[in-house]
Structures are given as C-alpha cells and as structure tokens.
C-alpha cells in the first residue's frame, strides 16, 4: 500500500519541543520533495517547511524559522520536523506531502502526489 505516515504529535507544554516524522511506505522518498503542512481549526492549511530531494534546498514559513527544522533520512524512507520552542498558536493539526516537483510542495499544493493523514500537534499548559 503506497501512503504516508506522520508520526510523533501528540501534547506539549509552551516552549517544549516535539519532532514529527514522515515515513513513506510503498515507495521510496528519495526521489521526492516533501512539504510539511498545518491546519488550525477554523483556518486554512499553510506551509510550514519544505526540502528538495537532496535535502540541499530548505524552506521555512516566516511563523517557524529559528524554531522549527526539517531534515530527512533517505536511508529510513523518513523525513522528520524537528519543532521546539512550541507556542499555543502552533496547536494544528500537522501533514506531511511527497511530490517529485518541489514547486508542488514549497508553493503550490493542487498536484501534489501524495499526502499524509495528519498528526495532531496541541500545545497548551
């Protein structure tokens, strides 16, 4: 069965740290872009962070950066999103995205070949 998994949310107090992680199974990421995603309730999806097949290429959204890191490991099929520091508005629910194109995971969504189901990330004391 070819998807996506997330993994690693669960609840953690403001300024702790969680690390997510996105495990393909059914095919291989190395090929792939990959994009992770949130979505509060009540708003729309943005992009969190992105990374080239190489890894070389690295993005972060505006919200995130200096908090949040991704990184991947070919050799596990996985690409990980370390996030610390967590704030209250960082609550979402957190999806991982696979496509060969990283304009599809960095900028635009509408084709992006693979999703994941979702982790739920709640930061709250």
């Known amino acids: 069965q070819v998807q996506l998994v997330e993994s690693g949310g669960g609840l953690v107090q403001p300024g702790g740290s969680l690390r997510l992680s996105c495990t393909a199974s059914g095919f291989t990421l190395e090929a792939y872009a990959i994009g992770w995603f949130r979505q509060a309730p009540g708003k729309e999806r943005e992009g969190v962070s992105c990374i080239n097949f190489s890894g070389e290429s690295i993005h972060y959204a505006e919200s995130v950066k200096g908090r949040f890191a991704i990184s991947r490991d070919n050799a596990k099929n996985s690409v990980y999103l370390q996030m610390n520091n967590l704030r209250p508005e960082d609550t979402a629910v957190y999806y991982c995205?696979?496509?060969?194109?990283?304009?599809?995971?960095?900028?635009?969504?509408?084709?992006?070949?693979?999703w994941g189901q979702g982790a739920q990330v709640t930061v709250s004391s």
């Open positions: 995205a696979a496509d060969v194109n990283p304009y599809s995971v960095c900028v635009d969504t509408t084709a992006v070949e693979y």
